[in-house]
């Protein structure tokens, strides 16, 4: 995503792989999938942008690719990050231990 002609998020997603989907618990079909994003520009933290980029990747999973699980799996100390995933309708499932 660009702001003012300058990249400022990196988002990826991808269908959830088998070996994720035994790590979280889920099961795997061809309509799950994982996400993560990354706000290169410190300045730019804290100001809704995560939850904004969050809640546009939801809505195309759903919509373009209908899906019907998406999952993310933020650090467990990146407390940014997941109030930004909460704040976009995610809800904590489990912590990873080690993860």
Avoid: W
């Avoid at 995560?50 to 650090?75: H, K």
Wanted: hydrophobic share 40%; net charge positive; proline share 3%.
């Amino acid at each position: 995503m660009d702001l003012d002609v300058r990249p400022v998020v990196f988002v990826q997603y991808h269908r959830l792989r088998t070996s994720d989907a035994e790590l979280v618990g889920y099961p795997r079909d061809e309509r799950s999938y994982e996400f993560d994003l990354f706000i290169g520009d410190l300045t730019l933290r804290g100001k809704g942008l995560g939850t904004r980029v969050i809640a546009l990747t939801r809505d195309y999973l759903c919509g373009e690719r209908q899906a019907v699980r998406i999952v993310a799996v933020p650090s467990a100390e990146n407390d940014r990050s997941i109030h930004a995933f909460q704040k976009a309708g995610f809800r904590r499932v489990r912590t990873l231990e080690g993860a």
